[in-house]
């Protein structure tokens, strides 16, 4: 018996994925837009393909209904019921991923037999720390689930927000929807990601007892271990870290760095006392931009 005739990832993310035929959909916040945009391809499975010809895009420019599910099927090639069996269940997944804050929730892959019937296979959820304080429910799984795991672990966050790519491009943010964002504009701009790391908010409380800027440093250090790697992006949203601090970190391992090969450093830096990091690095090969969107489009000029 044919089990189903295609398969999809569904995901929302401050982003939502939806993919047919091992294809992929993800729901993102677009921060230009200050909009979810829902984001669909014929690719997806374990092997994420963020190319943008493929990929399907559909903004949620109001409350969210089964309207943006279903334009976002038609456009990826759905059918008949599977149309209304998926779109029931994105509208669930975006439910769950506002009511309880998440910055991810995932069914990957979603099957489809033939007579329309969907079929969860596997999935996951990402919680927002930061707002762990509003759900205790959350609270108490994420800590139940991390007492004997490696997430006690200070360099915990590079086994699960790293994630290897086959560009040339490393991103490097702190916060899911910042990371998530920036590596969307990379895609958008026909840019070829390496890897990108998430390294946390500033006072994530799995990261607390290790600063940001400890946690750049090790983070620097593992998305450039990449030997394809040649352009790293940097955009990190700053309020209680010293930007000295930062700027005094990325000047240390890019000038260590420099000595084995040579990489193109792009920082976006955004906080309050940000200014100072123009003048730190005017005598460094690091370039400084305030505009996301020059970032983004240097740093993929940089790769060709």
């Given at each position: ?13 401050n982003k939502?994925?939806?993919?047919p ?26 092997e ?6 493929t ?87 994420v800590?139940?689930?991390h ?46 990601p ?36 040649n ?5 990190l ?8 601090d ?5 000047i240390?391992v ?16 955004i ?8 003048k ?11 505009n996301l ?12």
């Open positions: 018996m044919k089990i189903c005739e295609c398969a999809f990832c569904l995901a929302l993310l939502f994925f939806l993919s035929c091992f294809a992929k959909t993800p729901i993102l916040l677009d921060r230009s837009a200050r909009r979810p945009v829902l984001l669909g391809s014929p690719y997806g499975g374990v994420v393909n963020f190319d943008r010809d990929m399907q895009r559909v903004v949620v420019k109001e409350d969210f209904s089964p309207f943006y599910a279903r334009r976002l099927a038609l456009k990826m090639g759905l059918r008949g019921e599977a149309i209304e069996a998926v779109s029931a269940i994105v509208e669930n997944m975006y439910q769950l991923f506002v009511q309880k804050d998440l910055d991810l929730v995932e069914i990957n892959p979603l099957g489809i037999r033939d007579t329309g019937e969907v079929m969860a296979l596997d999935g996951k959820i990402t919680v927002n720390d930061e707002a762990l304080s509003r759900h205790e429910d959350l609270a108490r799984l800590h139940e689930s007492l004997d795991s490696e997430l006690s672990s200070e360099t915990a966050f590079l086994n699960t927000e790293y994630v290897s790519l086959d560009g040339n491009i490393a991103i490097v943010c702190n916060g899911a929807g910042l990371t998530m964002s920036t590596l969307d504009l990379v895609c958008q701009a026909k840019g070829k390496a890897n990108f790391l998430n390294l946390g908010s500033e006072l994530c409380w799995r990261e607390a007892k290790l600063p940001l800027q400890e946690r750049l440093k090790i983070g620097l250090e593992r998305v450039t271990k990449a030997s394809r790697v352009v790293v992006l940097v955009n949203i700053l309020g209680v870290t010293s930007c000295e930062i700027v005094e970190t990325l240390e890019a000038e260590r760095k420099q000595s084995d090969r040579t990489y193109r450093w792009i920082v976006r830096p906080g309050s006392d940000c200014d100072i990091a123009q730190a690095f005017a005598d460094t090969d690091i370039t400084v931009l305030e969107d020059e970032a983004v489009a240097l740093a993929v000029k940089a790769n060709k």
